[in-house]
């Protein structure tokens, strides 16, 4: 192994890291409705979003053994599986980022949302990716809570939405203005 082996391999974990960064900060910024609800269940509940997820790593593992299969069709579904779980697991770790990026502001100085949210993305991307230490206990433990806290998020979405269609049809039927007629 040479110097260049070393500053290869430390290249790429810089540039992983950057990425998860990047990637989480497009989340919050894309999707910020999903997200507050990530970042609220994650504030809330903490340890259910960690036993929800615990359970769906069963399922992300089972997707993994799925990818090793001989037979192309069950490798695919396999592959689409493991997305799946990634996309949910981004929803709950820009949860978890926004929430970071709130209590980096309260502490210090005055920062902008956007500022405090780098700031929040960066320490968490620094922290999955930090040796031994984050490799083996946080990242495990993070990422079954964000799995746990992006498909609790967007369950209760698809709830809300069902429920706001009941109240709609309701509001509709409803004397809003005393006019008489339903609006």
Known sequence: MTIG???GVAGVVVGLMGTLAALLLGTVILFPTVVRRARAQVLDHPWRCTGIGAAMAIGLLIALGMTAAPN???KLMGLLL???F???MLVGAAGITRLMGERIEE???PLTPFAALLRGSVI???ALFFPIV???FIAPVVGMCALGAGASALLRGRREVESAKGTADSIISLDVEGTGRAQ
Do not use: Q, T
């Open 5 to 7: 082996d070393v500053l």
């Open 82 to 84: 493991c997305f799946w």
């Open 72 to 74: 192309g069709g069950v």
């Open 86 to 88: 990634s996309a949910v």
């Open 124 to 126: 968490f991307s620094v």
């Open 107 to 109: 502490l210090g100085k």
């Open 134 to 136: 984050g490799w083996l």
